[in-house]
């Protein structure tokens, strides 16, 4: 947890599960894949919502409060756009994730390769 908002982290915490149930449907489990230097590398999801809320802290509100001083409301305004009325993630929240994703594999990329992550 990198925050102690009260709303930033619930918000956190439906976008993550509304992210993972978007991907194992769509993928047909627990897993993604991100380019990672031209290659395509399977990232497998450990601890299903837990560890999506894991990668939507350190790839998007870490990448926030490094770089913007009033990050918490800036994250609330964005997630709260990110999910739908039965939380459900929206097209903005899945850019952001794939967004997330692209981050994900040029970290592999420059930290020598798929092979070596």
Request: hydrophobic content about 40%; glycine content about 12%.
């Amino acid at each position: 947890m990198i925050t102690k908002n009260f709303r930033l982290n619930a918000l956190a915490n439906q976008y993550s599960a509304a992210v993972y149930d978007h991907v194992t449907q769509q993928n047909g489990g627990d897993f993604f894949i991100v380019d990672s230097g031209g290659l395509s590398l399977r990232i497998d999801i450990v601890g299903g919502v837990s560890g999506v809320r894991g990668l939507v802290d350190a790839y998007y509100l870490e990448a926030l409060r490094l770089n913007y001083p009033q990050w918490e409301k800036l994250a609330i305004e964005v997630l709260t756009n990110c999910l739908k009325e039965n939380n459900a993630v929206t097209d903005v929240g899945i850019e952001i994730w794939q967004s997330m994703g692209s981050d994900i594999g040029s970290t592999v990329t420059g930290n020598g390769g798929p092979f070596n992550a």
